[in-house]
């Protein structure tokens, strides 16, 4: 069964940092692309960053650059997000997601396939 499991979200005060991990399980996800989303109470999934297959190509949430960098461990089936310089308004559910096999990594929830349950990050001011 394929699965994209989350971890590394918690409580933090505002200007720390996380580390996200996403662990994906049933298949070999080395050739999809993959991503971060957010989701806050009451607003709509949003964007966050994305990687290639490779990692050489990364894609950010003006939110989130020069604060958020993804990454990749294709050996491990992991995708990584550090969160540093961490704001209250980036308090949300964080979901990662992978594409089909070959597929390239969008902006948009509708250009992804599979999806974690998601791991909550809260920012305290």
């Known amino acids: 069964q394929v699965q994209l499991v989350e971890s590394g979200g918690g409580l933090v005060q505002a200007g720390g940092s996380l580390r996200l991990s996403c662990a994906a399980t049933?298949?070999?996800?080395?050739?999809?692309?993959m991503a971060w989303f957010r989701q806050a109470p009451g607003k709509e999934r949003e964007f966050a960053a994305a990687?290639?297959?490779?990692?050489?190509?990364?894609y950010y949430a003006d939110s989130a650059k020069g604060r958020f960098t993804i990454s990749r461990d294709n050996a491990k089936n992991t995708m990584y997000l550090q969160m540093n310089m961490l704001k209250p308004e980036d308090t949300a559910a964080y979901y990662c997601?992978?594409?089909?096999?070959?597929?390239?990594?969008?902006?948009?929830?509708?250009?992804?396939?599979?999806w974690g349950q998601g791991t909550q990050v809260t920012v305290s001011s």
């Open positions: 990687i290639s297959w490779s990692g050489h190509n990364t």
């Open positions: 997601a992978a594409t089909v096999p070959g597929g390239w990594p969008g902006t948009s929830t509708s250009e992804y396939t599979y």
């Open positions: 049933g298949r070999t996800y080395s050739s999809d692309g």
